[in-house]
């Protein structure tokens, strides 16, 4: 009997602006290659269709190109593909889906679904319900007219939407578009695909959220993940198989220095982290001159491991120790300088006095770099 | 320190030993003539701390000529307690020995001992230059080198920081400048001096600046796509519905019932103004009819009217004739009246005529009684003034002859008086009358004679007597009394007169004449101002008159007993013609008013018969039943076309044509509205679409996240180089601050040396030193207040002295530092005057309490008076020289 893979919230044409422009490329990139990994599966598995829950594309003017590659990337998988419109890419007089018709780009296999209207697999044993916006923002649940809907019987319903279950996906979800939370049993649905919540999360037996395939935010709420689904006849439960596809993982990671050891163990779980991750470290509490030193180097190889990797030291002080002092020679005048710029890394001025300190640091190390190569 | 022994051997001018000792802890002073070894010594100091032993490079110690010689210095001094010696040989024997209170070191380390202690280098290879000199390079002063000062305290410049900082209890940043110099110039590639951003600060801005407006832009375009995406689908919903209902079609539909309903309403309205006319025409007729049967029984009522007129007519006609006798009467009374009056006033106005001509008469016999009096004494005094003029004629006498008769006399008398004063005077007194003579007369008795020309005095018998009066006065005036006597005499003639009195006798009568005579004349005038004639002539036509008033008189009746007053008779007459008057315009009017009536009277006759004459016709009564008959037939028409009308109008009003035609507009317009929006819809779809179509191949969206990644790279740098750069800043401000204050810790305690010194030089002036330690501006107080002057622009003995200064104040601060000084003055002042050369004086005494000085002249006679016992150093290499 029929069995799908459930994706969503592709997202295609992001671009990463947090990041350098080559590591915002290559994240672009991998959106589409795991599409193409999405097709590899489907292929693989032999499914009876892919079931898009909306956001495919990120915004309704993404370059003819993209559009191009997008569809390109389905290729592997010949079977049926249905797509609906989501919040980013809703089925506007005008969107990013007419363009693609235009461009003649969607091939005969793939199935947009800009209506509300019943589409029937009799040979595949299934029908789908979509629910495809039409508007940016709606604050009618559009899957309502799931439970008046016919289809022939022995024909498995599925239903597939985008938004937010009412009342079980409080926060985080960037789209107002209601989704009623038992709108599976009341329109009879053997399965309800949803999209928005770029994590994976069952809300019922049968409605699940599939999440994205490849993680596009730090927010730790499994994503990463397309949802392999067998219903075995209709009306009976349906088998979710949750398999992770997404290359990069983004990983948050925030320490607090205040001993020596402190830096050994950030370093050490900095190594431990996977490669090709997208990290962002923030340190705070206080490093001396060496311990600096010793930290760049670390962030140096680390930065070369992953994707991407992004530090916030703004709340971490410099302090120099008496024998930081001594190794940089930093006598006199400058010793006093640095004793006030210690000070003042935690006042008003304190951005400024702590660039100021690395600076004069940095400067200082050189220098007796030169010292003792000379 | 103090050098206590200074020995020197085979070292130039001294190929002996000479030994100079017990040098005194303060000033000594060596003096001699050039070339006498002055420069040999202080050399040789130099060179036994200075040259290393090993050197080959002192040649120029050994005694000229001697190659063999083997230049030695021996020194011996005390510091902090302990006795140093050193013994240092060049050249031919090259050594060096040191001992410290006994401890005894050689070679280099010993050399180095003595570089630690006194703050100086050694050369690498070769002589000891400047450079290497250290302390002792700026306290050891050079023959002609004192104005020098810069390089001297550069060469000693890290020895005098390092030891000042030490006495400071403070430590300079070793890396200080080249740390400050590297942060400048790595500010300076984010910064400009002012603080403007450059180089790749500035690109970074700019960038983020270009980004940003890209991004705006985008943004915008965004917005725009979005709006037309908004409206497509707006407009592609209203076409739909409005294709299904084809909403024009209704509104034409609901036109053209509109126009049909309004043709007929059109149709009940023409009719209405037919009627309408037809209805004014019958109305116009109505009120002619009217008219004409109003004025016929307005015709009879007037006929009443007249009768009653005519009859009211005669009736005042008979009551005019009646007042006729009565109005006739009065008249006839008041003439007679008035014909009495007037004759009574003639009367009264003879009487009073005659009355006024009887006064007239009476007067004028009066006057002509005056008249009478008047002419008879005029003549009189007419008669009396001819008598007087002629005897006035007679005694008329000249009155300036008078005078000169007078004058004459008067001249006569003061020239008797004047002979009698110039005369001889004979006096006499004799008894016997008459036998003597005065030119002839007998003189007796007593007497007194005057003799004014030659008397004979015959004396009887006696002979004569002749006397000859004296003077020629005498003659002169008898000649002028002569003179005198004959015009007396003439005048006398002329005034017919005998004496003056007569004369003036006579004057006197003229005078009263002339006043009689006055008097007379003034009361004729006044008698007969025209004169005689004239007044006989007024009283001939007085008389004349008198008679002619007689006559009047008697022309006029006798007055009567009883008679009016003039006046009463006026008022009588006046009186009676006033009601003469009034009668008369009494009957005058009753004459008019009698003809009005009879006139009114007649008319209204006339009217009413011509009136009662028109009223019995018999056309006029079939004329007033006609009129009659059609009046009752025009009003029931007009009720009923009334009728019509406002049935009719009922009818249209519900209908409302006005309204009618405006919702045909109405209609009409919509179907045009609507059928032109759906064109104009159709146009804006195909434009939205097309242009949407371009848009979107654009991929705004994708691009504006594109550049989103780029604008936060941009924003990124831009911070980061803003940071660094206000870092950097922060970092410049702070070390060049720090430097600044320490620099100014380390000046502060030279300064105070420096301006004590100076003190005594130049008071209340003050020498800076900038931040190498060297003195840089001297402020002195001048004639005109404050001079400032570069120690560089100072005249060269003033910096040969502040040189000095300098020296002595770094030595001082040396001192507190606890290191040793010993200052060397080789000919130093030359240039300096007697005065300044004073105050040096005091400044070097003052210093050598503190410090040892060895100070080399040629001048002995210039430094007598420097407390000292000058040493020969001419008399050094003697070998008498003797030695304890």
Same mark, same amino acid.
């Given at each position: ?374 | ?526 008698? @007969?101002?025209?004169? $005689? *004639?004239?007044? %006989?002539?007024?009283?001939? =036509?007085? /008389? !004349?008159? &008198? +008679? ?79 009129? @009659?008959?059609?009046? $009752? *037939?025009?009003? %029931?028409?007009?009720?009923? =076309?009334? /009728? !019509?009308? &406002? +049935? ?83 970092? $410049? ?152």
């Amino acid at each position: 009997m029929p069995r799908f893979l459930h994706t969503a919230d592709w997202q295609i044409g992001r671009q990463y602006a947090r990041f350098a422009p080559e590591d915002a490329l290559a994240l672009a990139e991998a959106r589409l290659s795991a599409v193409e990994r999405l097709a590899d599966i489907a292929h693989q598995e032999a499914v009876d269709a892919v079931l898009v829950a909306g956001d495919v594309f990120d915004a309704q003017t993404v370059s003819d190109r993209t559009i191009r590659r997008l569809f390109n990337a389905m290729g592997a998988y010949a079977g049926p593909w249905v797509l609906i419109p989501g919040n980013h890419d809703a089925a506007l007089a005008e969107s990013v889906w007419t363009r693609a018709r235009r461009l003649g780009a969607v091939a005969a296999n793939v199935h947009l679904a800009l209506s509300a209207q019943v589409m029937a697999f009799p040979e595949r044993g299934f029908a789908v319900l979509p629910a495809p916006l039409t508007q940016r923002q709606t604050a009618a649940d559009e899957t309502a007219w799931f439970d008046h809907a016919v289809t022939a019987p022995g024909l498995v319903r599925v239903g597939l939407a985008h938004g937010s279950v009412q009342g079980v996906l409080a926060e985080g979800i960037d789209s107002p578009n209601p989704i009623a939370a038992d709108r599976a049993g009341r329109a009879a649905l053997d399965y309800l695909a949803l999209g928005d919540w770029h994590g994976t999360r069952r809300i019922d037996a049968r409605t699940w959220y599939s999440g994205t395939p490849e993680q596009d935010r730090f927010k730790a709420n499994d994503p990463g993940n397309v949802l392999l689904v067998d219903i075995p006849a209709a009306g009976a439960e349906p088998k979710v198989e949750v398999r992770a596809v997404g290359r990069h993982p983004w990983i948050e990671l925030e320490e607090s220095l205040a001993v020596a050891s402190d830096l050994e163990r950030t370093i050490a779980r900095l190594q431990a982290l996977p490669e090709l991750a997208v990290v962002d470290l923030s340190l705070a509490g206080e490093l001396h001159l060496l311990g600096r030193q010793q930290l760049e180097a670390a962030l140096s190889v680390a930065e070369a491991r992953f994707r991407s990797l992004r530090t916030d030291l703004s709340r971490l002080r410099l302090q120099p120790t008496e024998d930081d002092l001594a190794a940089l020679h930093a006598d006199g005048y400058v010793g006093r300088v640095i004793a006030e710029l210690r000070e003042e890394q935690e006042g008003g001025n304190a951005e400024l006095a702590r660039e100021a300190m690395a600076i004069l640091a940095a400067l200082l190390l050189e220098t007796r770099g030169q010292g003792e190569t000379a | 320190m103090r050098l206590l022994r200074l020995k020197v051997e085979q070292l130039r001018r001294f190929r002996q030993p000479v030994e100079i000792r017990d040098l005194d802890a303060g000033i000594n002073l060596f003096t001699g003539p050039n070339e006498s070894g002055k420069s040999t010594l202080v050399r040789a100091i130099r060179a036994a701390f200075f040259e290393r032993y090993k050197s080959s490079s002192v040649e120029d110690l050994q005694p000229w000529g001697d190659s063999a010689a083997a230049p030695t210095v021996e020194l011996e001094f005390e510091w902090q307690g302990k006795r140093w010696k050193l013994v240092k040989s060049f050249l031919k024997r090259k050594r060096c020995d040191v001992s410290v209170d006994g401890v005894a070191f050689s070679g280099e380390e010993a050399e180095d001992k003595l570089a630690d202690l006194l703050g100086f280098e050694f050369p690498g290879r070769g002589a000891s230059r400047p450079e290497h000199w250290g302390i002792p390079g700026l306290l050891w002063i050079e023959q002609g080198a004192g104005h020098e000062i810069h390089k001297p305290v550069e060469h000693a410049g890290s020895h005098l920081k390092s030891v000042l900082g030490s006495s400071l209890g403070e430590v300079t940043s070793s890396a200080g400048d080249a740390l400050i110099a590297r942060i400048t110039k790595e500010r300076a590639r984010l910064l400009t001096a002012t603080g403007r951003p450059t180089g790749d600060f500035a690109t970074a801005l700019e960038a983020h600046e270009r980004l940003e407006r890209e991004h705006a832009d985008l943004q915008g375009r965004i917005r725009q796509y979005r709006q037309q995406v908004d409206r497509l689908g707006q407009l592609r919903d209203e076409q739909a519905r409005d294709d299904g209902e084809r909403i024009w079609e209704a509104y034409r539909q609901q036109a053209r019932a509109a126009e049909v309903r309004l043709v007929e309403v059109l149709a009940w309205q023409r009719e209405q103004e037919r009627d309408q006319q037809a209805l004014q025409v019958c109305q116009a007729s109505v009120r002619t009819s009217l008219d004409l049967l109003g004025r016929f029984e307005a015709q009879r009522k007037d006929l009443h009217k007249r009768a009653a007129d005519r009859d009211v007519a005669a009736q005042a006609l008979a009551a005019q004739e009646a007042r006729r006798p009565a109005v006739e009467r009065a008249l006839a009374d008041a003439r007679t009246a008035f014909e009495a009056a007037r004759v009574a006033v003639r009367l009264a106005r003879e009487q009073q005529q005659r009355k006024d001509l009887a006064r007239e008469l009476e007067q004028a016999d009066a006057e002509l009684a005056g008249l009478d009096q008047a002419l008879a004494r005029a003549r009189e005094l007419h008669e009396a003034l001819l008598r007087q003029r002629g005897l006035r004629q007679t005694l008329h006498i000249d009155a300036k002859a008078l005078a000169r008769l007078r004058k004459a006399e008067d001249e006569l008398a003061r020239l008797a008086i004047r002979q009698e004063a110039v005369a001889t005077r004979l006096q006499f007194d004799l008894r016997e009358p008459g036998a003597v003579t005065l030119a002839g007369e007998p003189l007796h008795g007593q007497g007194e004679r005057l003799l004014l020309e030659p008397a004979e005095i015959v004396l009887g018998q006696l002979g004569s007597l002749r006397i000859l009066p004296g003077g020629d006065d005498i003659a002169d005036l008898v000649r002028k009394r002569q003179g005198l006597d004959d015009d007396r005499a003439s005048l006398l003639s002329v005034l017919g007169v005998a004496s003056l009195a007569a004369a003036d006798i006579r004057h006197e009568q003229c005078r009263e004449l002339d006043g009689t005579i006055r008097r007379d004349e003034s009361v004729l005038e006044s008698l @007969a101002p025209e004169g $005689l *004639e004239a007044l %006989a002539g007024r009283r001939q =036509l007085k /008389q !004349a008159r &008198r +008679e002619e008033l007689a006559r009047l008189i008697a022309a006029l009746p006798e007055p009567q007993q009883g008679g009016l007053s003039v006046s009463r008779a006026e008022v009588q007459l006046d009186g009676a013609g006033e009601s003469l008057k009034a009668a008369e315009a009494a009957e005058a009017g009753f004459r008019s008013a009698l003809l009005l009536a009879t006139q009114a009277l007649e008319s209204a006759r006339s009217e009413w018969s011509r009136l009662d004459g028109e009223l019995q016709g018999a056309d006029r009564r079939q004329h007033e039943k006609l009129a @009659a008959e059609q009046l $009752l *037939e025009l009003r %029931a028409n007009e009720n009923r =076309l009334e /009728q !019509a009308l &406002r +049935e009719r109008q009922k009818q249209i009003d519900l209908a409302n044509p006005g309204v009618l035609r405006q919702d045909v507009e109405r209609f009409t317009r919509s179907a045009d509205a609507a059928e032109k929006a759906a064109e104009q819809r159709r146009l804006e779809l195909e434009r939205l679409k097309a242009s949407l179509e371009a848009l979107g191949a654009e991929g705004l969206e994708e691009r504006s996240a594109e550049l989103d990644v780029e604008l936060a790279r941009a924003v990124r740098r831009k911070d980061e180089l803003g940071r660094r750069a206000g870092a950097l800043d922060l970092l $410049l401000v702070r070390l060049t601050d720090h430097r600044l204050q320490l620099t100014r810790q380390l000046q502060a305690p030279l300064q105070r040396h420096l301006n004590r010194y100076l003190q005594l030089l130049f008071p209340e002036a003050s020498l800076s030193v900038d931040e190498a330690l060297v003195p840089e501006i001297l402020v002195r107080q001048g004639l005109d207040g404050e001079e400032r002057g570069r120690f560089a622009e100072l005249s060269f003995g003033a910096r040969e002295q502040m040189g000095l200064i300098s020296r002595l104040a770094y030595a001082d601060l040396l001192r507190e530092a606890g290191r040793p000084t010993l200052i060397i003055l080789d000919d130093a002042l030359v240039h300096s005057d007697v005065e300044r050369l004073g105050n040096m004086k005091r400044v070097l005494f003052d210093a050598a309490q503190r410090h040892q000085i060895l100070l080399f002249s040629c001048h002995p006679d210039s430094w007598r008076d420097l407390g000292v016992a000058p040493r020969d150093v001419a008399g050094l290499g003697m070998p008498a020289a003797p030695s304890p």
